[in-house]
């Protein structure tokens, strides 16, 4: 089974639709955690009515909205998953009908299983917000729409080939089993902002572990929905110091993951 975990920080509109993605999936073995930063009653609400709408297991994790603390809510919702197999999703992307079945193909015992993202433009993302449901939506014409990454959003039903071992994961859209995760010690919880670090610094600690990097490039998509940056570069510059630091140590196991160490 997979365990998808959704990391959401407000935008319950992005959520809706996200959803309404995953419904339509073509594997049907998984289950939902929303990850949440924030601990937002209308958010409760929300997923109280979606649990009444989908088949399929939606669980929620949420914590105080005290600064960016997204891998401390993924830690959360990595301890209460059941899967065997792990797919994270970003609250801002809509997954291809055919993403979780081509993780659950991909993901094994030696494997970093990383996708992309077709990122859809300004007007395109308005559209399907203001029509709040993707029942009909084309993603051949979502494909066109796309602002920039539209060679990221051909679906091929087969490997091109392409898994370079130097690429590193965006936390948007990558897999893995739930053993190696933990073999890390999860996610650091020393990245306090939200641009650089959390995902590449357990991309790289996984690889330092002995996986190898899987390209699921054209198999499993996710479409990302417009919206403007939302931190400064001088977050950037702080997290990427704290980043080469913490490569420069070499640990493949986290102090201040899943468990504390000292």
């Known amino acids: 089974m997979i365990s998808l975990i959704i990391s959401i920080y407000k935008r319950l509109d992005f959520l809706d639709i996200l959803l309404q993605g995953v ?13 949440e930063d924030d601990n937002a009653e209308e958010t409760i609400r929300f997923l109280k009515d979606a649990q009444s709408r989908y088949e399929f297991p939606i669980r929620h994790v949420s914590q105080e909205d005290n600064g960016f603390r997204k891998t401390k809510i993924l830690n959360a919702a990595l301890n209460i998953s059941k899967g065997e197999q792990i797919v994270f ?44 449901k993707i029942k009909n939506l084309n993603f051949l014409k979502a494909l066109f729409a796309a602002s920039d990454s539209m060679k990221h959003g051909f679906y ?34 020393d990245y306090t902002h939200a641009c650089i670090g959390e995902d590449i610094d357990i991309g790289k600690r996984l690889k330092s572990s ?28 702080e997290m990427t110091i704290l980043l080469t630091a913490k490569m420069q140590e070499g640990s493949i196991a986290c102090r201040n993951g899943l468990y504390k160490r000292e």
């Open 23 to 35: 419904a339509r999936q073509s594997y049907r073995n998984f289950e939902v955690i929303v990850a």
């Open 89 to 132: 999703f970003d609250g801002d992307c809509i997954p291809h009908k055919h993403c979780l079945k081509e993780y659950a193909k991909a993901i094994d015992k030696n494997k970093l299983c990383y996708g992309r993202r077709a990122c859809l433009s300004e007007a395109y993302t308005a559209r399907l917000l203001e029509e709040k």
């Open 156 to 189: 091929l039903p087969f490997e091109l080939g392409f898994s370079k071992q130097h690429r590193e994961i965006l936390g948007c859209n990558w897999g893995v089993l739930r053993e190696h995760i933990f073999a890390v010690n999860g996610f650091d919880e």
């Open 210 to 237: 002995g996986l190898r990097m899987k390209s699921m490039k054209n198999r499993a998509i996710v479409y990302h929905l417009y919206h403007p940056a939302t931190h400064p570069e001088s977050d950037n510059n």
